[in-house]
């Protein structure tokens, strides 16, 4: 649970992703043919992260301080639901780096999941203007994870919230 800053804004980006989801998941991409697959939303916090342990009705919650964060340290991040540990290890790896795919991208082409997530992250966007899509991180191995990124919060200290490098193919 969130308390605080960015609360009110993380609900509703998830709330976007939940909408759109039941939107697009199982419609066929139309450049590669596959099917839209559930998108997941999930957000980064760089260093320390002050939690409260609270119970309430016998449940106990930890509760995120997020007045206690600084904002450029909070990134919100969305890819394949199966894909979420798998981008935070990525983002851990040394050698891994963050892209985004020209307009004209093979990857859109291509018939597995990278390729209709790479382009079903460009499509949410342009239904939910807080949301980015058509970035990768490319490990050191060369394997790809499509993935987009909200404006807020946006995480200017984490790198892989703002890629600025272009991925072609024969980079």
């Known amino acids: 649970m969130w308390d605080g800053q960015y609360a009110s804004t993380i609900i509703n980006n998830h709330n976007q992703i939940d909408q759109l989801n039941s939107q697009f998941v199982g419609q066929t991409d139309p450049i590669n043919g596959q099917q839209y697959v559930p998108l997941q939303d999930f957000y980064v916090i760089k260093g320390q992260v002050p939690i409260e342990e609270v119970t309430i009705n016998g449940q106990t919650y930890y509760v995120i301080e997020a007045n206690n964060i600084n904002p450029a340290d909070i990134a919100g991040f969305y890819t394949y639901q199966g894909w979420v540990s798998n981008f935070v290890e990525a983002m851990n790896t040394p050698g891994t780096y963050a892209a985004v795919l020209p ?15 790479a382009y079903q992250t460009m499509l949410y966007e342009h239904y939910y203007p807080y949301l980015n899509g058509g970035a990768v991180v490319i490990l050191p191995n060369e394997t790809l994870i499509s993935y987009g990124t909200t404006d807020n919060p946006s995480g200017s200290a984490i790198s892989f919230a703002s890629p600025s490098q272009l991925y072609n193919l024969s980079n």
């Open 103 to 117: 307009g004209n991208s093979p990857v859109f082409q291509w018939t597995n999941t990278t390729g209709t997530v």
